[in-house]
């Protein structure tokens, strides 16, 4: 398997799990690679590491929750495995430029 396809399986599998508990320990285990070849094989695919990556796909999809849902925002935070509403709220506004109160508040 090409490195192009096998993110793009690895990226499918950590989408199909955004909720859970996802540690590169985990993706390297599901990888077959060390951490250490896992990290720079999918960061020279997109061009940031894992658990940024991650992090940012749980931030979309919290984005796209607070749009759709009627659940709380701290619901909602919890749901993607951050340790509280503050550090949601700061993870969230600095990757989007706004709070999540707002986006809710506007939409």
């Known amino acids: ?3 192009s396809n096998f993110c793009t399986d690895l990226i499918t599998w ?3 799990n955004i ?4 540690r590169l320990d ?3 285990v599901k990888s077959g690679y060390s951490k250490w070849h896992l990290q720079r ?3 020279s695919h997109t ?3 894992p658990g940024l ?3 940012a796909k749980k931030l979309e999809y919290a984005y796209r929750d607070i749009i759709m849902q009627k ?6 935070s919890i749901k993607y495995g951050f340790e509280s509403l503050q550090s949601f709220t700061r993870a969230f506004t600095r990757h989007f430029g706004f709070p999540p109160s707002w986006l809710r508040k506007t939409h």
């Open 14 to 16: 950590i989408e199909k």
């Open 26 to 28: 985990d993706l390297a």
């Open 19 to 22: 909720t859970e508990n996802i």
């Open 71 to 76: 659940d709380t925002i701290t619901t909602i």
């Open 47 to 49: 061009g940031i590491p």
């Open 41 to 43: 094989i999918f960061k």
């Open 53 to 55: 990556f991650i992090k």
């Open 1 to 3: 398997m090409n490195k």
